[in-house]
């Protein structure tokens, strides 16, 4: 079975702070994985993902992510926060041996920049 | 950039009732995919489909579910008889698998109301 953890509901960050939105995984073999962004009354956008290669990957919007395999974690930052930011945040896997091809999303992170 | 497109946007039924939700994928995608969202809950798995048939569907995709793709463009989730709990925000998802680029292109969703 695959599943994401994101440990927390909410992110407050002030404006031009770096932000960090947490993510931890669990698969049975080699991990894909995913952020995806949900402004209201849309659906999910793509950020970024790690299929393999560098450890640190970058996306859209100047966010990034570092898979630590070790901690099994696939944390998302971005290094100055604007307050165009502010979404709902959700990180997924999908378990890319013998692990079909759906992906499973975590709970979501409300992350709130302000001025 | 492409878009996969849900119609839609509202549905309101009563309890018992048959839906249809409609979604065009995105024309050159190869997998397609049905998730929804109960409100402040996380996005749920409900089924995957790919040449022509169902590849991996969820517990909550039980007999009352079904998905078809009857054109080679449209691609359609039915519930026979609407239960009060199947009220949510349904996503429609597609990917090409080519290249192995395992991102998922989401359409805006259709918030399905069951009174």
């Known amino acids: 079975a695959q599943s994401v953890a994101q440990p927390e509901d909410q992110v407050n960050v002030a404006e031009g702070n770096p932000l960090t939105v947490k993510c931890t995984y669990s698969v049975s073999g080699n991990p894909y994985l995913f952020w995806y962004v949900q402004y209201p009354n849309r659906g999910l956008q793509f950020l970024l993902k790690?299929?393999?290669?560098?450890?640190l990957v970058k996306g859209s919007y100047g966010f990034e992510a570092e898979f630590n395999k070790s901690q099994t974690s696939f944390h998302l930052k971005k290094p100055s926060a604007l307050v165009s930011d502010s979404a709902l945040y959700f990180c997924a896997v999908r378990d890319s041996t013998g692990g079909g091809n759906k992906l499973t999303f975590g709970t979501g992170t409300q992350l709130k920049v302000e001025l | 950039e492409p878009e996969v497109t849900q119609t839609p946007s509202h549905q309101v039924t009563q309890m018992g009732q048959e839906v249809i939700l409609r979604c065009v994928p995105i024309s050159n995608h190869l997998y397609f995919y049905w998730y929804r969202q109960i409100l402040g809950q996380k996005v749920e798995f409900l089924v995957s489909?790919?040449?022509?048939?169902?590849?991996?569907k969820s517990e909550i995709f039980d007999d009352q579910f079904s998905v078809e793709r009857p054109d080679g463009s449209n691609f359609t989730l039915k519930i026979r008889s609407t239960k009060l709990e199947d009220s949510a925000m349904y996503f429609c998802a597609s990917r090409n698998d080519r290249g192995r680029q395992e991102k998922l292109f989401f359409g805006s969703g259709t918030q399905l109301s069951v009174l």
């Open positions: 489909f790919y040449n022509n048939e169902i590849s991996e």
């Open positions: 790690y299929i393999t290669g560098d450890n």
